[in-house]
């Protein structure tokens, strides 16, 4: 059974620093890997979609790698603003087509 | 990528009456999904809904007490039944996009008192 880790649960930080989220999966067969970013009480947004032959997507300040053989992806996270605070869920999309979340990271940047 | 709205954005409900949540998708798909969010948690898989047939739900959930409609590519509804402060839930809709990039609704909010 696919279960996801992320790493650390909660993490704050000064305005303008760098900083790396981590993910970890138990099952490497996966389709795909995607990070969200949710603000409270609100829906998902996504980010970054890495397919399951890619090592890494960028999208502006962020930047998503995947090892698929050590089962990790990290999301990267440049000169971060108070903006960037919000709740950070990686998932994995199984060989069904589903996804399977982590717990989360949540984020916040102090200004 | 997909527009997704839902319906209502957030209720409050008694124990024992059932809600239903519409999700409505500005594109045709094939499979859209369900999910709930329990406070504090992350999200859960209910239940994956394809036109023209019985949608298919993950363990742990029933037909009798989420039945999910999608009567077209556009458009699901999710009934919540028999509800119970346990239910008190973010429940949000899916889509797939290219890539099977997974785009999400804004969710709705429910409490059951």
């Known amino acids: 059974k696919q279960e996801v880790t992320q790493i650390p649960a909660a993490l704050s930080v000064p305005e303008g620093e760098n900083l790396v989220l981590n993910c970890s999966f138990t099952?490497?067969?996966?389709?795909?890997l995607q990070w969200f970013r949710q603000d409270p009480g609100k829906g998902l947004t996504s980010l970054l979609l890495?397919?399951?032959?890619?090592r890494e997507q960028t999208s502006g300040r962020l930047n998503a790698s995947l090892d698929k053989s050590s089962g990790r992806s990290t999301l990267y996270i440049a000169a971060s603003q108070p903006g960037d605070s919000a709740t950070y869920l990686c998932?994995?999309?199984?060989?069904?087509?589903?996804?399977?979340f982590g717990s989360g990271t949540r984020l916040l940047v102090r200004p | 990528s997909a527009v997704i709205s839902q319906k209502p954005s957030r209720d409050i409900c008694q124990r024992g009456t059932s809600l239903t949540i519409q999700c409505q998708v500005d594109s045709q798909v094939t499979m859209m999904f369900w999910y709930r969010q329990q406070p504090g948690q992350s999200l859960t898989l209910i239940a994956t809904a394809n036109q023209g047939s019985e949608a298919t739900y993950e363990s742990g959930f029933v037909i009798d007490k989420f039945p999910i409609s999608r009567p077209n590519l556009t458009f699901s509804t999710l009934t919540v039944s028999n509800m119970s402060p346990e239910d008190s839930s973010i429940y949000l809709c899916s889509v797939s996009g290219t890539g099977n990039e997974q785009f999400f609704g804004p969710g709705t909010r429910l409490t059951v008192l």
């Open positions: 099952d490497s067969a996966i389709y795909n």
């Open positions: 998932a994995v999309m199984d060989s069904s087509y589903k996804l399977i």
């Open positions: 890495i397919q399951s032959s890619q």
